[in-house]
């Protein structure tokens, strides 16, 4: 690792790239400590000894210097790093990566510009959004390709993120791939070339799968960041229409993909406060998630509902003597779940903070479309209190860890709402316990449940099933269970549950070696008729047979590239946002590594034979 490597006669070569960077990054002075010191003080507890979703120090280090900055600055340790200059931050970019912040994250325009302007549009089928419909089923009707031609996909081209490793999954509207990514940039290519027709740079990361709506006759695109901003651009040249930020909490962010119908954008809104609370004088915790609904074309607010009723208030000390506070957690993940015929929202909550009892975490909320009321919740869960750090049953009650430690097996899979064939409506979800469940819609009632995986703080199902017609596809992830073993793709029959095949997952293979190596299949998957797509942690994408599990494709995404606009870039773990459909095309984002596996940036455009 970086830091072991330097002693203290290298702290003078590391002081000048410190002044170089300062000036890159705006100077306020000179560090407070040495750089080791500071992140020993600041860093070393957690990453040095990484649980559950920390991220160790060795991936950090593989990052870039100026990602380091975004996220100390406006990303996920915003937080924990207020109390630091912004020398201190360089200083500790620098000292973990080797290099010096350049002040530049992804500023560089693009130089594959496509042709002339050209106006976009939401003709022909595409993947809109995180489940390709307002009911999240995360199947593809009409992909443009058979399943028999599947075997035949090869690599048609492949674009680089200014980035080293990625988020989002990608939106297909009209012939044109949007996407997000870590480094704040939202891009629109062509879906056949790859060619930029333009970028937008936000102010924080932005993980969210892109929204494509059409408002008084216009196409607009909606996501939102990692510092709870939401934004509405142009969708012909990207331009800026507004922004809104949705939850002033420092910790806030924004992760589940806005959902629209109509003339209405509704988003959630989740938070890292988990990662702020292991800071012994951190006044843990007073979050709560939400769903917010804004008027598409002003970003006006209409309604917020709060998946957590009651403000938190103080309820005691901590050991240490800091104020601790509550009911606090409750954030919502994923994309929300639309249901216009009966006017009602769907959405699953994460899990509580604190010791004090809420009726609303790990639970699944119905809310009216039109006001935001609650109409049910089934809390599926009880008592699972966690913030990182507090893995152990020694940790309870220690600093800011509740006294009753719950296994952080929430829900970060949007409910998928299906009709059979006999009228029965069903809604289904997944929970990072690895177990599946069957409500009423109309009223939240359990219908059945179906046991797929061991669980784990990291899945059980951690980002989504698909689901075609008959049967429910759930990837499980289980690369923290306590039997160590990973949990492979399970295909349960939607009428009653039953388990109708389980493909076990292959060895791990990765290209970057046995190190870090999972076959976790943590990544939402994604149906087209005959076949179930599922990505692993060791980077391959698989197709599996809808009928019985059988493998008819694998591709190893965790290669480097030659990419269209000229930027170095390498696959990695497949993860969070699974491959997308239409027109005959695939596409995947490749090297999510945030915690588990290998970081990439790249998104990979795979056609029949590469044509």
């Known amino acids: 690792m970086i830091a072991n490597c330097l002693r203290p006669a290298a702290l003078a070569a590391l002081q000048l790239l410190l002044a170089t960077a300062a000036l890159a990054a705006g100077s306020d002075g000179p560090p407070s400590a040495d750089p080791a010191s500071l992140y020993q003080a600041n860093c070393a507890a957690c990453h040095d000894h990484p649980a559950a979703r920390v991220p160790p120090r060795e991936l950090i280090a593989r990052r870039s210097p100026d990602e380091v900055m975004q996220i100390l600055t406006s990303g996920p340790m915003r937080t924990q790093a207020a109390a630091l200059t912004m020398n201190d ?137 990692d510092s709870s901003f939401v934004y509405v651009l142009d969708a012909d040249h990207g331009r800026l229409l507004w922004k809104r930020r949705l939850d002033p909490h420092p910790a806030a962010r924004i992760t589940g993909a806005p959902a629209f119908h109509g003339e209405r954008l509704f988003v959630p809104v989740s ?92 639970s699944i909320l119905a809310l009216r479309m039109s006001t935001g009321t609650l109409v049910w919740a089934n809390q599926l869960r009880l008592r699972d209190n966690y913030v990182v750090g507090c893995e152990t049953p020694q940790s309870a009650g220690q600093g800011n860890c509740p006294r009753t430690l719950g296994p952080d097996v929430d829900f970060g899979t949007s409910p998928i709402l299906r ?32 046991q797929v995986g061991v669980g784990s703080s990291l899945g059980g199902i951690e980002w989504g099933s698909a689901t075609d017609p008959e049967r429910l596809y759930a990837p499980v992830s289980d690369a923290a269970a306590p039997n160590g073993k990973p949990g492979g793709l399970v295909a349960v029959r939607l009428r009653d549950g039953q388990q109708l095949w389980r493909a076990p997952p292959p060895p791990a293979v990765c290209s970057w070696g046995p190190h870090n190596c999972l076959a976790a299949q943590s990544q939402a998957a994604t149906a087209i008729p005959g076949l179930v797509f599922s990505g692993s942690e060791d980077g391959h994408l698989r197709a599996y047979a809808s009928a019985d599990g059988r493998i008819v494709w694998d591709i190893d995404t965790a290669q480097a590239y030659t990419t269209v606009n000229g930027v170095a870039a390498a696959g990695g773990s497949l993860d969070h946002g699974g491959p997308t459909l239409a027109n005959g095309m695939l596409f995947v984002n490749s090297g999510y590594g945030r915690i588990v596996g290998a970081p990439g940036n790249v998104l990979l455009a795979y056609s029949v034979d590469g044509r």
């Open 89 to 225: 931050r360089v200083a500790v970019a620098t000292y973990l990566t080797g290099k010096a912040p350049t002040g530049r994250l992804a500023q560089a325009p693009e130089p594959n510009r496509c042709g002339a302007p050209a106006v976009a549009t939401d003709a022909g089928p595409g993947w809109n959004g995180w489940g390709h419909d307002l009911a999240n089923t995360r199947y593809q009707d009409d992909p443009g390709l058979s399943a028999a031609q599947v075997p035949r996909l090869k690599l048609r081209w492949a674009f680089g993120y200014r980035a080293t490793y990625v988020y989002g999954q990608p939106t297909l509207v009209g012939g044109r791939v949007y996407v997000s990514s870590s480094s704040g940039r939202v891009y629109s290519l062509d879906a056949r070339t790859g060619c930029t027709w333009w970028t937008y740079d936000a102010a924080a990361a932005v993980r969210t799968a892109v929204s494509v709506a059409r408002v008084h006759g216009a196409l607009r695109v909606a996501f939102g960041d």
């Open 271 to 362: 938070s890292l406060e988990e990662l702020a609370a292991p800071s012994p004088g951190y006044p843990c915790c007073t979050f709560r998630g939400s769903v917010a609904a804004l008027d598409l074309d002003t970003g006006r607010l209409l309604w917020r509902t709060y998946t957590i009723p009651e403000a938190p208030r103080p309820y005691r000390k901590s050991p240490t003597g800091t104020q601790q506070y509550g009911p606090a957690g409750g954030s919502v993940w994923s994309a929300p779940t639309l249901d216009p015929d009966h006017d009602l929202l769907y959405v699953g909550t994460g899990n509580s903070y604190t010791d004090v009892p809420t009726a609303h975490t790990d």
């Open 419 to 450: 009709t059979l064939a006999d009228g029965t409506r069903l809604l289904l979800t997944g929970e990072k316990s690895g177990r599946i469940y069957a409500l009423d819609p109309a009223t939240g009632a359990e219908r059945w449940h179906a």
